[in-house]
């Protein structure tokens, strides 16, 4: 994976890890956690998990020091990130990793006082997203500091040729990362353990669709086992 990517992620930039449900987007982003807690002694990490569904004793166990995570306040909305991004870059003065779990779980203020009963495109979302990543991107390079966002696929209505899955937010993110790497999950793996079939963990397909640091198009496959 790290071949494919060109080397890792691209440092002071934003990386996009899209996929299916349970191909593995948490657990690259544990991992980068964990190395760049190796890299940087000093290094800070921010962890935005949005979906309130993060395990914190398994993380540790795959390396993450939660003595060094700053996992702030709950974000509900597109704006909240924005604002906390902002916080962020202005008192960076080390290099920074600041990871987004997962981009899909945030809202828009606008949705938010939104009666239920009244339906919604997202249009005011993606109009956000563009405006938070157009005056972050520059920041984030300049302050040192590191985006890894991971968004949920979506299904295609209609879509008879290409590619059937798309991603919530608009085309900001496809604009402004400068890796987009895509999992999809494959077959699962399967022993016999004292006479009862366990599925024992599973392979990954990660694709870099986009990458402005490195070839594109690179493919890698590579094996989650569970626990």
């Given at each position: 994976?790290?071949?494919?990517l060109?080397?890792?992620?691209?440092e002071?930039?934003i990386?996009n890890?899209?996929?299916d449900?349970?191909?593995?987007?948490?657990?690259?982003?544990?991992e980068?956690?964990a190395?760049?807690?190796?890299?940087?002694?000093?290094?800070?990490?921010?962890y935005?998990?949005?979906?309130?569904?993060?395990?914190?004793?398994?993380?540790?166990?795959?390396?993450?020091?939660l003595?060094?995570?700053?996992?702030?306040?709950?974000?509900?909305?597109?704006?909240?990130?924005?604002e906390d991004?902002?916080?962020?870059?202005?008192?960076?003065?080390?290099p920074?990793?600041?990871?987004?779990d997962s981009?899909d779980?945030?809202?828009?203020r606008?949705?938010?006082?939104?009666?239920?009963?009244?339906?919604?495109?997202?249009a005011?979302?993606?109009?956000?997203?563009s405006?938070?990543?157009r005056?972050?991107?520059?920041?984030m390079?300049?302050?040192r500091?590191?985006?890894?966002?991971?968004s949920?696929v979506?299904?295609k209505?209609g879509?008879?040729?290409?590619?059937?899955?798309?991603?919530?937010g608009?085309?900001?993110?496809?604009?402004?990362?400068?890796?987009v790497?895509?999992?999809s999950?494959?077959?699962?793996?399967?022993?016999?353990?004292?006479?009862?079939?366990?599925?024992?963990?599973?392979s990954v397909?990660a694709?870099?669709?986009?990458n402005?640091?490195?070839?594109?198009?690179?493919?890698s496959?590579?094996?989650?086992?569970?626990?």
């Amino acid at each position: 994976l790290d071949l494919a990517l060109g080397g890792g992620w691209a440092e002071n930039r934003i990386a996009n890890v899209v996929g299916d449900k349970a191909s593995g987007k948490t657990l690259l982003a544990i991992e980068a956690a964990a190395n760049f807690a190796r890299k940087y002694s000093k290094g800070k990490i921010r962890y935005r998990e949005c979906e309130a569904s993060f395990d914190k004793r398994y993380a540790a166990a795959l390396g993450m020091p939660l003595d060094r995570v700053d996992f702030g306040e709950p974000l509900d909305t597109v704006e909240d990130l924005f604002e906390d991004l902002q916080r962020v870059i202005a008192g960076a003065h080390q290099p920074e990793l600041y990871i987004v779990d997962s981009l899909d779980a945030l809202s828009d203020r606008a949705e938010m006082e939104r009666p239920m009963d009244e339906g919604t495109y997202g249009a005011a979302k993606a109009k956000n997203m563009s405006q938070l990543f157009r005056r972050s991107v520059r920041a984030m390079e300049k302050s040192r500091v590191t985006g890894v966002i991971i968004s949920q696929v979506r299904s295609k209505i209609g879509v008879s040729f290409g590619r059937g899955t798309t991603r919530s937010g608009g085309r900001a993110l496809d604009f402004y990362a400068s890796q987009v790497l895509y999992l999809s999950s494959g077959e699962v793996e399967y022993r016999t353990v004292k006479g009862e079939k366990r599925a024992v963990g599973m392979s990954v397909r990660a694709r870099v669709d986009k990458n402005k640091i490195a070839l594109p198009y690179r493919e890698s496959s590579f094996q989650i086992l569970f626990g």
